[in-house]
C-alpha cells in the first residue's frame, strides 16, 4: 500500500439507521453493527420495520407525548394536526416533507428520527473507537439492516477499509441483489450470513413479497469462487411458515451443495420489533404469532441433525 | 483449579458443608444490630487505673484489660471463633476518640434511617454513668470540633465538602502485617520488640519515649496472648459440657488451635486462618473503624494449604468449609460511625478488603488454587462481607481465572470489585513505594490501595462536592441552597467573554476547596498523634524498629492523606453543556441559562432539552471527553500541589454513598440533572446518559487519567442478562474486561440487571426512567418500551434463569 492510500479520505457515503456498538449475537467477538436503510423485501415477522423504507422516516411515540403543541407550530408544510380529542397529534404523510423539524423541538422525546446519512471516512472513526475491544475478542463489524446490497459501493468501500485497518468484517444479508452487487463486497468479506427464509419459490413470493431465485443463485455462484469467506446460513424460523419437515430438509439439501457453509442458524422469531411497528404507525402482521417454545425449537434441530448432513445446526439468541 | 467446584457449579448440588454455612449465615441474617458498651467501659476503667502514664502505655494497659476481662464467646457450629465485643453483631463504642457521637444519638441511634443499632437500656445507663462523666471533653472529636478552621467548617456546614469521617471513627483503612504474625507468631514479634527494646539507653536523649512505646508494644501482645488462652478455656469447658461427640471434637480442636495461635507460628491453614482473625478483631477493638484489609489471602495463606494438602491433613473440601467459616465470621461486626457518616457509607461497611490474583514480586502470576477458592467462599457465602477483590493481570493472569471471576459477576452479588493490576501498581509507585514492594499492592476499603504491614494514611479523609464547584462557577461564589457567598469570588458569569474563563472559574473553585480541605487535614494529622494504635502497629516492622507508632508516621512508607471527589460526571457533563450551548454554538445565553437554573427549567423545559441533548460523557465523545481528561488532570497536579508532614496529599474518586447526600445540596446544573438529584457515582456516566453500551462507557471513562487518582477510582456498570446467560456472553464479558485493563481503567464492578429490577421498573416506571436495555439491535429506555415488549424481555431473562443466579 502506497503512503498516499493510507490518507486518502474516502467520502462515499451510505444511508444508515444505526451504529450498534458491542453486539455480542451478530458475529465472533464484540461487534459495531452497522445497520443499513432500506430492504426490497418485505418479510411481515421483520424486527427492524424502520429499517425497511429507504427513505428517512419519522416515528411518534404517543405515549411520550406531553400534546405542548411545538411540533404542530413548526411543521413548515402544516402536515401535523391535534388528534383524538387533542390527546395526540398526527401526521399527514402525504404533506410531510420529511424536514424532521418536529424531531427537533420535540423535548418529550416522543418524536424519532429513522435514518441518516454518513460517509465511509466517519463511519471508520466510528468503527475505530472500538479496536481494542475487536482485539481482545476477536470481533470487527456487521453490516446489517435493512439489505446492505442495496448499497453496495457504500458496503464494498466500508469492508475495504476496514480490511486495510486489520478488523474482522461481516455481513448479513438476505443476498436478493444481482450477482454484480454482490461480487463488489465478497472480496473484503470474512463472514457472511445469509438468509434462507423458504425453499420454495411459491411460498417465498408469497411471504416476503419476492422469488428466492436470486438468493440460491447468488449462494451458488459465489460459492464457486477462491474467496475464502465463512458462510453461516441463518433461517428465521417462523412457526408455520418454514418450520415444516419439508422445508428444513429441503434447506439441508440445499446447504449440502454449499462447499463454504460452515453452519446452519435457526433464529427463533421473536416481537422485540413490535414497538417500532407501533412508533412507525406501521400494522404489525404478526402480532397474533408467538414466539416457538424452547422445546419446540429444540425438535426442529434435533429433526435436522438427523438429517445428517454433516453441517452443525445451532440456534442464535433470535436478538436480530 | 479444584475439580469439585467445577462439578458443583455444573450440578448446582451443595456439598456437605453448605449446612453449617447456612447456619452460620442465617444467624447473621437474623441478628438485629446492637450497641456494645463492655468495651468503652473496661477501656474506660483501663485508662482511669493508668492515670499518670504516658498515653501511649496507658491505651496499651486499657487494652490489655479488654483483653483480660472482656466476654468470650464461643457460638454454635462456630469453627473460626473471636469477637471484638462481647455480642454477636454490634458497634462498639472506642469512647477515647469519639465517645460523644453516640452521646448526640442516645435517642435516635435505635431507630435512625441509616444503619441503626439497637441501644440496650443497661448500655445506656453504662454509658451515661461511666462512659461519658470520664471522657467529656477529651475526645478527637471534640478537639477536631474545636480546632476546625472558620472557611472549611463553612464549606462542611454548606455540604460541600464532608470531613468529619475521621473524627468519628479510628484510624482503619490499612493494611496490617497479617502475614509476618501468622508466620512468626506473637512470641516471635515480642522477640523482635525485645531485641530492639535492649538496645536502647535510656539515658540518651529520645530513647525514654522509646523506651515506653516498645514497652505499650509488650503489653499489647501479653493482653493478646491472654485473650487467645482465654477462648482456648472457654472451648475447652464447652467441650467438657457438650454432649454431642461431633461437636465436642471440634471444640477440642478449637480449643487447640487457639492454645497455639496467634502466640506461636501457624502450622496448618487452619491455625494460619484462626491467627489471622483473632488479630482482625483486636485491631477492631482496638479502635472502631472501617476497612482493615486482610489484602493477599491467596498468597500468604498458600504455604498453609499447600503443605496440609500435600501431607494429607487436610482436603479441599474442609479448607473450603474453614474459608466459608471465616468469611461468615467477616460479616459478624458492624462499623459504628455517627448518622452523617453512615449517610455517606451507609451498610455498616467493614470494607475488609480480601483479594486474590495479580502478580508475585517478581512480577510473575500470582494465581493459584486457594484464589478460586476464595473467589468460591463469596459465592458459597454471599454475605456483605468480606469485600471481595481481585487483581486481575491482563497480562500474566490465566484465562481460567478471569472466567472464574465473572462467574462470580454473574451471581448479581455486586462482587468482586475487579482491579485492574498494573494501575494498582503504577498508584503505588506514585506514593513512592519503589516496583518490588509495589507488586505486592493490595485494595484498601473501598477501591483505594494499600501495602501490607508497611502504609500509613487515611485513604479517605475528605470528600469535594463537585457539583458545587459549577454552582460556584454559575453564581460568582454562591451556595445556591443557602444563598450565603462561601467561596471565592470569580466574577459574574454573564460577563465571561470565553469558554476558558468560565472554565477557569470552576478552576478556582477547585482550587478553593482542596485548599479547606488541606488545612483540615493537617489539623486532623495533628490530632490523630494522640490516637495512637499500638496493636495496629505491633505487625509494623517499622513501627518496632522506629520505636514509633503507626499514628506518628512509624510505618516503612507515609503518605499524605486522601481527599475524595465525589460528581465527576456531573462536572464533565455541566462544562461540557456550557462551552457547547453557550460558547461554540450559541444556542443559549449565559444569563438565560442561569435563569433556568434559578427555576430548576420549570417553564424552561426547552433549555433542559438543550442541556440534556448537549455531549455526555459515557459515550466515546472527545467532546465530553477531552474535558474530561483536562479537568482531572487539573484536580490532581491540584491537590498534589499540597504536603503534609507524611507526604504528598492523595487524590481519589470513590462515593461509596456520598454521591446521594451531597447531591441534596446542590441545584439544576447545566448538565440537565435537576436540583437535589443524587450526583453520579464514581467515575461511572450519570444513569440514563451513556447510550452507546458498554465499550463507549469504556472508552469515556478511561480519559480519567485513572493511575494518578491513587486512592483508587470507582467505576460502576449496569449489566444485561444477555452478557451472562450463554458461553459466549461469558466470552465478551471476559474481553470487556481485558479491554478495560488495556485502556487503563482502574477498576469496575457490575450490578446485573435482573428480572425483579424490570419487573419493578414495569410497576414503577417513574423511578426507573434512566435504565437501559437492548431491544432487537438498539439502545432503549425500559419505561419507554410497550407492555408487551417489556413482558417478552423480563421472558428473556427468566428463560435463561438469570434471576435464579
Redesign the interface.
Known sequence: MKDKDIVKKNKVKGNII?I??????DGQ??RT?I?LKGCKLSCPWC??PESQSFEFEKGY?Q??CTVCGQCVESCPENAISFFNDGLSVSTDKDKCVRCFRCFEVC?A?AVKKYGFTVSVDDLMKEIS??E??Y?????GITI?GGEPLCQPVFCAALLEECKKVGIHTAMESSLHTSYSSFNKVLPWIDHLYADLKHMDNQMHALWVGESNHLILENLLRADQTDYSYRLTIRLPLIPGFNDTDLNLQATIDFCRKLKKIKEIELLPY???????Y?LLGLDYKCRELMPPS?DHLDERVAYMNSLSSGIPIKTG?G?? | MPQIKQEKAGLNIDPAYMKRVTFLKRRVLNTRPEMDLENARLLTRGFREAEGEPLVVRKAKAFRKQCYEKTVKIWDEELIVGCSGSKIRAGILCADSCWSVLDEELDTISSRRYDPFNLKPEDRLAFEEEIRPYWKGRSNYEEWLAQIPDDTRTLRDNGVVYIDRKAVRGWGETTAGYEWLINEGLDGIIKTIEDRKSRLDITNSGDYEKDYYLKSLLIIADGMTRLAERYAEEAEQMASREGDERRKGELLEIAKTCRRVPVKPARTFREALQSLYFYQTMIFMEQNAASYNPGRMDQYLWPFYRKDLEAGHITSEQAQELLDCLWVKFSEPCLFQDAQTAEFAAGYPMFQNVCVGGVDDTGKNAVNDLSYMILQATMDVRLYQPSLSVRYSVSKNPNSFLRKVVELIRLGTGFPAFHNDDIGTTMLMNKGVPLKEAYNWNPCGCVETNLEGRMRQYTALADINLGSMVEFALLNGMNRKSGLTISVKTGEPTEFDSYDQFLDAVKKHLAYATRAVVAGSHIIDEIGLNRPVPALSLTFKECIDNAKDYAWGGAKYNVGNGIILIGVADLINSIAAVKYLVFDTGKITMKKLIEALDQDFKGF??I??LCLEAPKYGN?DPYADEIAGEVFTYIADEIERYKSKYGTMTPGILPVSGNTPFGLEVGALPSGRKAWQPLADGVSPSGGTDL?????VI?SVAHIPHGRFVQGTLLNMKIEP??LN?E??I??LM??L??LC??GIFHVQFNVIDQETLIKAQQDPDNYKGLLV???????YFV???K??QD??IGRTV?HGISLG
Open positions: 444505526r450498534e456498538r458491542s453486539s455480542i449475537h467477538g464484540l453493527v445497520f424486527s427492524t411515540d405515549r411520550l423535548q422525546n473507537k472500538d481494542i475491544f482485539f481482545h475478542s476477536e470481533g446489517s421473536h416481537r422485540l420489533g413490535s414497538d417500532t407501533r424452547i439468541s436478538i436480530t | 423545559e426547552d433542559r432539552k466515546d452507546n453500551g458498554p465499550s463507549a472508552k444477555a452478557m450463554s459466549n456472553g466470552t465478551q474481553a470487556l481485558k479491554s488495556s485502556l437492548r431491544v432487537a439491535g438498539y439502545t432503549a419507554e418500551l410497550g408487551d415488549v417478552e424481555i428463560q
